[in-house]
């Protein structure tokens, strides 16, 4: 398990290096997509990126109490009752707090604000991980209606509702399959998955229709150019940006997106900066590095010493890279709008420290397949435990 | 098997299998965004490129004023100055991208400017309304050339109110410091900045306004951006236009044609002096005139600077020229008899002398003197028609002068086909046209020894870093009479001035050539219309010696005088008499002149008909403050000479003389004051 990676000692170095390459450009995109309406906002133009800064190295010490305390505490399910129960109130609370463009997303505390919906994602990933792993263990069947993975149904619904009133169809959508997604992979059976799938599309088709302006963004997703300078204006905005980057870009800083043409720019929308100024290449090198990524935490899910740890690391996979490509795709006009964060290149606090929280969690899982494997080396080496050893050797190569 | 994990639970190698086969789904959406990041920038990228170029960019051209015409000496004919014009986008009056969502929270543009905009332009609310709502138009001048505090106060609405669609043009408006002064020769500029005649129009290519443009990128606020990229446009310095003219004489020319228009009633004059050794036009007007700062209030055919463009025939002023080419051809000498009987047949035809009166026996000299018609025609009739017509071509007649004037004509010369009586006519100034020009340079020659010279009016053309980069030369086109031919004509016509026809031309002291000349006013539709005339003189001064040559002509003269000898001679003597003053050329005898002391005083008078008032001056009271004088009447250079002396400060506005100022005169001010003053 603590085996090399590429030029890497181990996947966990691998996960630091990649890390901080994607918050290396992260922090210089933030600041490029932001300075001027930072300027424009605040009167400081590094306003956005000292933010970033912070909420990283925030993130870091995040990422740090998570692993130490590690996955087998914090799937405790008192535990992640009492975190389902905090992150819904918080997502009643930003009801109490004024809407942004029409919608009631944060919590305004002085100096920063949190979106509790992005807390909500990880919860039902944690709870999703404990329970069914645990349900694995047993080799209870999971059902989306039946037993105890029902009641998880349930919680992931009323997360849905919450976020469905803030209004947050994306995110909503986002927690729903992240949710599905912990079900599939832990082993709903197949008939489910493709009835879940057609009513998800049902679903997804009928709350779309069924409002205006998301049936709207729906239209300009498929023909933005056809109302390029309202409805489809920001995807116009975000092409026209992607697009005059070009193979090598326009050159870091020198992108025009950024000056109040292309809305959201340093947020959900910071890719599209990306790609004007550093061009087919830099997308490229930004993908490979998720992709890269996303290689290491499989492994890691791949590897990990129990059912609970494996869960959880595929949810942080789906949340991490699942949401990355998301995004990529949102911004670049496959997708509609749907308000998912790039995370590490755009802008958003609490993005950034649910996301190392999940790395966090994730290490844990590493960290614990690291010390099972010790254990077994011991096990293997110790005379007494050799026959074991060896048994459970041939037991993996022949099983 | 279709529903394994129904009843049971899947294994945890299972489990594994369906979350790689989820990871390479995600990757392969993954490889799909990848593929259209790769359509949106390679293959699509140059025109989605472009498009965002188009939307964040725009061309701003600047406009440069129109280089300067000044006169020889340097003093302002013609300047520039940059203003600002209004126009409208009409289709962009709208607030767009303003809340999507919110409709009703959009201003009706177009009403709101209208009402912001019409008390500053004086233009009534519905007027600039309706200009604002044209439909589909993207282009629409509101006002032009704006005064600046005018155009600051639109600047500070369209900026504090966040109009779209309105927009400064920066436009180059020419001012004629001299207002009609000159007014055919400097010509005058169009919309657009065009020449439209004169200077203006020749040397419109080298005078116009640069026009430089760059691209400059906007953000969505219409902000410029990025403007540490974009040089502020280097003002593209246009160079100087010098030209020969003598703003003095101008001046003095200019009056005298304005007297003789309101003397005779007449229909048009024109008047040149000219430098007869290097070709130089000093002094040019012509009448009807204009105010070039007004064209519009101006008929057309004011436009026309006669003393290039009109044609006429010269009459007597023509016959020193074919005495010369009677002299070159050796046919006749100031002394060759010639017999006056009154009048002359040739073919069918009889021409009289103009007073129908016989000389009898009469030398060369008297023929000229007297303007003598049966001399000169016998004349003619012993240089043969060939040698009239290539004596006359010698002249340059039937061909322009070259002079560096738009709308110059050749005149009519004809070769061929010469009949007795034509070759008749020829020789007494008839049967020819010519322009008031040809007949100046020809009558030049005679001033000068014989030079035929090419005039000119452009003097140099001086860059802005003051290089000259044209200059007018002298330009001898050929010589083609002798010296000594032309010191004989010299005399015969000084003897014009002195005993014969040009009497009235005379200037006390000094020696003055010429020659009177009187011919009927060609009809355009051919023939000649009668009891109509052109009245016409040609001299020089000194006669033997000259500095100056004159030609003045007046068309159809009203009244009792028509004659040269009565309209035009004494016009001449006005001017050049003034000029001979001013310039400082000493008279050839002080016999019955005003003593020096009494010169110095005319001189002074003269001058000072030009220039205004003692200058004002600073007047320190005893408790230590200034009393400010009016400084009406002073241009820049004097007041800052004077508040300097009386530690002030100077705030000029504008440019010329100063036609108010702050604090009013009289006040009493500390040392280290500003004084504001306006000039104009």
Not at chain 1, 31 to 38: G, L, N, R, T, V
Not at chain 1, 232 to 250: D, E, K, R
Not at chain 2, 495 to 505: H, I, N, P
Request: net charge positive.
């Amino acid at each position: 398990m603590d085996k090399s990676f590429w030029i890497f000692r181990n996947p966990k170095q691998a996960i630091f290096c990649i890390m901080a390459v994607l918050m290396v450009i992260g922090g210089i995109n933030v600041f490029s997509a932001s300075f001027i309406q930072a300027q424009d906002m605040y009167g400081n133009s590094y306003s956005f990126l000292i933010r970033y800064v912070i909420f990283t190295a925030l993130g870091f010490a995040v990422m740090h109490v998570m692993r130490r305390l590690g996955y087998k505490k914090l799937l405790q399910p008192e535990l992640l009752f009492g975190i389902y129960i905090t992150v819904a109130l918080m997502m009643m609370a930003v009801f109490v707090f004024p809407a942004v463009k029409g919608a009631h997303r944060w919590i305004f505390l002085p100096g920063l604000s949190i979106q509790p919906s992005e807390a909500a994602k990880l919860a039902i990933i944690m709870i999703c991980a404990s329970s069914l792993g645990e349900m694995l263990k047993r080799k209870e069947p999971v059902r989306l209606f039946k037993g105890r993975s029902s009641k998880i149904v349930i919680l992931t619904v009323i997360y849905f509702i919450l976020i469905y009133f803030e209004p947050d169809l994306g995110t909503g959508a986002i927690v729903m399959g992240l949710m599905l997604g912990m079900f599939i992979i832990a082993g709903l059976p197949k008939n489910e998955i493709v009835g879940m799938l057609g009513i998800a599309l049902v679903g997804a088709i009928g709350l779309t229709m069924g409002t205006a302006y998301r049936r709207e963004r729906v239209m300009v997703m498929l023909d933005p150019w056809r109302d390029p300078l309202d409805k489809g204006y920001q995807m116009v905005q975000a092409q026209m940006a992607i697009g005059s980057g070009g193979l090598f870009g326009t050159h870091w800083g020198q992108g025009t997106g950024k000056f109040f043409y292309l809305p959201e720019a340093h947020t959900d929308f910071a890719f599209a900066i990306f790609s004007q100024e550093n061009g087919f290449l830099g997308v490229l090198f930004v993908f490979v590095l998720f992709m890269l990524l996303g290689y290491i935490f499989a492994y890691i899910a791949l590897h990990a010493a129990d059912e609970q740890g494996f869960l959880l690391a595929s949810g942080v996979t789906f949340l991490i890279i699942g949401q990355a490509v998301a995004n990529m795709a949102m911004v670049g006009g496959l997708l509609p709008i749907i308000g998912v964060p790039l995370v590490f290149i755009s802008y958003g606090g609490s993005s950034m420290l649910i996301s190392m929280a999940a790395i966090g969690l994730l290490l844990s899982v590493y960290d614990e397949s690291v010390r099972q494997e010790k254990r077994k080396v011991i096990a293997q080496e110790a005379p007494e435990n050799r026959r074991e050893g060896l048994q459970f050797t041939s037991d993996r190569r022949w099983k | 098997m279709y529903n394994r994990f129904r009843n049971h639970g899947a294994s945890l190698k299972e489990c594994m299998t369906r979350y790689v086969w989820v990871c390479i789904l995600v990757l392969l959406f993954g490889g799909l965004t990848v593929g259209r990041y790769a359509w949106l920038q390679l293959v699509r990228g140059e025109e989605l490129r472009k498009r965002s170029y188009d939307m964040a960019t725009n061309k701003i051209v600047s406009q440069h004023p129109r280089g300067k015409i000044v006169d020889r000496d340097g003093a302002e004919l013609a300047v520039s100055i940059m203003t600002g014009s209004l126009y409208a986008d009409p289709e962009d009056m709208v607030d767009k991208l303003a809340t999507t969502k919110n409709l009703s929270n959009r201003r009706d543009v177009r009403k709101l400017a209208a009402q912001l905009l019409a008390p500053v332009l004086k233009i009534s609310e519905a007027k600039l309304l309706e200009k604002f709502s044209v439909p589909e138009s993207r282009f629409q001048w509101i006002k032009r050339s704006l005064e600046p505090k005018e155009e600051q106060a639109v600047r500070k609405i369209i900026r504090e109110n966040r109009l779209p669609g309105l927009h400064f043009e920066m436009e180059s408006k020419r001012y004629y410091t001299k207002k009609k002064m000159a007014a055919q020769v400097l010509g005058f500029v169009g919309i657009d900045d065009k020449g439209g005649a004169g200077i203006e129009l020749q040397l419109d290519k080298e005078l116009k306004g640069r026009k430089t443009s760059q691209l400059q990128t906007f953000n969505s606020r219409q902000d410029r951006i990025y403007d540490e990229f974009v040089k502020d446009p280097v003002e593209v310095k246009l160079p100087t236009v010098y030209l020969t003219l003598d703003s003095h004489m101008q001046y003095v020319v200019e009056a005298a044609v304005d007297n003789a228009m309101l003397e005779y009633n007449a229909a048009g004059a024109a008047a040149i002096i000219m430098d007869p050794y290097t070709g130089e036009i000093l002094a040019m007007a012509s009448r009807p005139t204009f105010d070039p700062n007004n064209i519009d209030d101006y008929s057309s055919e004011s436009w026309n600077n006669k003393g290039v463009s009109f044609i006429y025939e010269p009459g007597s002023v023509f016959k020193p020229i074919v005495g010369c080419i009677g002299m070159t051809n050796g046919v006749v000498g100031p002394n060759t008899g010639f017999y006056d009987s009154g009048h002359i047949t040739v073919a069918d035809r009889v021409f009289r002398n103009w007073d129908g009166e016989g000389l009898g026996n009469i030398s060369f000299t008297d023929v000229i003197k007297f303007s003598n018609n049966v001399g000169m025609i016998k004349l003619g009739q012993m240089i043969g028609k060939k040698s009239m017509v290539e004596g006359a071509k010698n002249f340059g007649f039937g061909n322009d002068t070259g002079v560096d004037l738009p709308g110059e004509e050749s005149g009519i010369l004809y070769a061929k086909d010469m009949w007795d009586p034509d070759l008749a006519s020829f020789s007494i100034g008839q049967g020819i046209a010519v322009t008031p020009l040809q007949e100046l340079r020809a009558i030049c020659a005679i001033a000068n020894g014989g030079e035929l010279v090419k005039p000119y009016m452009i003097k140099k053309i001086v860059d802005a870093d003051g290089n000259v980069i044209r200059e007018g030369k002298k330009e001898v086109v050929r010589n083609v009479i002798t010296e000594n031919v032309s010191s004989q004509m010299r005399m015969m016509m000084e003897k014009v001035v002195s005993e014969g026809g040009g009497k009235k031309a005379a200037i006390k002291g000094y020696r003055i050539a010429g020659k009177t000349g009187t011919a009927e006013k060609l009809d355009p539709n051919g023939g000649y219309t009668p009891g109509k005339y052109i009245a016409s003189f040609v001299g020089f001064v000194p006669a033997d010696k000259p500095k100056y040559a004159m030609l003045v002509m007046v068309d159809t003269p009203k009244g009792s005088l028509f004659y040269g000898s009565q309209v035009s001679a004494p016009i001449f003597r006005d001017v050049l008499q003034q000029i001979l003053v001013l310039k400082g050329i000493q008279p050839s005898s002080r016999e019955g002149l005003p003593s020096l002391e009494e010169m110095d005083k005319l001189s002074a008078k003269l001058r000072s008909k030009q220039k205004v008032k003692p200058l004002p001056k600073l007047e320190t009271l005893a408790n230590g403050k200034i009393k400010l004088p009016a400084f009406k009447g002073v241009d820049i250079r004097k007041a800052t000479e004077i508040l300097e002396a009386g530690k002030l400060r100077l705030r000029p506005y504008g440019e010329g003389e100063a036609y108010q100022q702050k604090p009013l005169p009289g006040t009493e001010v500390d040392p280290n004051t500003t004084v504001e003053i306006w000039f104009n």
